[in-house]
């Protein structure tokens, strides 16, 4: 099963400032997907990263707050930009190859002051 | 991608099986049912999925109904290390995550 690294683990951030958290896998994998789970929250689907293409973002979310990049197949980053309070989660990259079950990293824990 | 319904919480004794009820009546033909859990402060972990036949792995068991509307997750000696939310889920194109069940493995 493909192995996700996420870099940071956690950080603490001013309001205002924007966050850019990397998610490396250890293979090629055809999918990729970014979560939000917010404290004492289930998961939340941000987007889909899509290599190549712009990201495709769930309802309530958008490229200009979450912009992501995904240039190849075993890494993508997720910026989170002009950061508030309310931003303060836990962020979470994910990753599957076709007909394979989807893996998580251990996300980055956020928390903006 | 169908709903779920899981109870809110659980409480299992240490050795003893812990099973773990999911209900997913508007699934249909082609959606596999994905069970997952999340021990604090970690990435959700897989466990196990299946479509229609019963599986089993080093994990689990995952038991579904022949109506493919429930399906039951079996932890087999349940231990400490087993407390965690449980998610059931139902996917479609991409896993949506509901509450889970919190599972408290007591000594």
């Known amino acids: 099963s493909a192995v996700i690294s996420q870099k940071p683990s956690r950080d603490i951030c001013q309001r205002g400032t924007s966050l850019t958290i990397q998610c490396q896998v250890d293979?090629?994998?055809?999918?990729m997907f970014w979560y939000r789970q917010q404290p004492g929250q289930s998961l939340t689907l941000i987007a889909t990263?899509?290599?190549?293409?712009?990201?495709?973002?769930e309802s309530g979310f958008v490229i200009d707050k979450f912009p992501i990049s995904r240039p190849n197949l075993t890494f993508s980053t997720l910026t989170v930009s002009n950061m508030s309070p309310e931003d303060s989660s836990i962020y979470l990259c994910s990753a599957r190859d076709t007909n394979s079950p989807l893996h998580f990293g251990n996300g980055t824990r956020l928390t903006v002051t | 991608d169908a709903k779920t319904t899981q109870p809110t919480s659980m409480d299992c004794a240490e050795g003893r099986a812990a099973n773990l009820p999911c209900n997913h009546s508007?699934?249909?033909?082609?959606?596999?049912v994905y069970w997952y859990r999340q021990i604090h402060s970690q990435g959700p972990q897989y466990i196990i999925h299946g479509l229609k036949n019963n599986e089993t792995n080093e994990m689990a068991s995952l038991i579904i109904t022949e109506d493919r509307k429930s399906s039951t997750l079996i932890l087999p000696h349940a231990t400490l290390r087993d407390t965690a939310v449980y998610y059931c889920i139902v996917r479609g194109y991409k896993l949506s995550f509901g509450a889970g069940t919190t599972v408290t493995v007591r000594a």
């Open positions: 508007t699934i249909s033909g082609n959606e596999y």
């Open positions: 293979s090629q994998v055809t999918m």
């Open positions: 990263a899509n290599q190549g293409s712009e990201a495709t973002y």
